[in-house]
C-alpha cells in the first residue's frame, strides 16, 4: 500500500498536514497554514519536491537525534521529520518520503 497526506485542522483553527507510509507512520509533517488552500498548495509542494535530493536538509537536533527538513525551491521548509535515533533510519526516513511523497491520494480531516 502506497502512503497519502492527511490533512486537519488545529485547535487554533489553522491547517497542517501529514505524509504517511503505506503502515499508517508519520514520516512528514508541515508547518501550520492559515488557510487550507495554503496547506493544499504545501501539499503540491512536497509532491514537486520529495524526488530530489537537494531538497532534503539533514540535521542533527541539541539532543543528539537526526531529522531532516523538505525544503521548497525557495528554500521555505514545507514539512520535517520525525527524530531518529540513527543516520541511517533518517536515511530511511528519507526515501520513504521520497517514495510515497508523491502520492495523490489525500484524506481530507478537515
Known sequence: M???FELSRSSDNQYRFVLKAGNGEIILTSELYRT???AENGITSVQ????????????TASNGKYYFNLKAANHQVIGTS????????????IASVKSNGSSKTIKDNT
Do not use: F, H, I, V
Open 48 to 59: 514537486t519536491n520529495c524526488p530530489l535530493d537537494d531538497r532534503y536538509e539533514k540535521k
Open 2 to 4: 502506497s502512503g497519502w
Open 82 to 93: 520525525q527524530m531518529y535515533a540513527t543516520l541511517q533510519s533518517r536515511e530511511t526516513g
Open 36 to 38: 487550507k488552500s495554503s
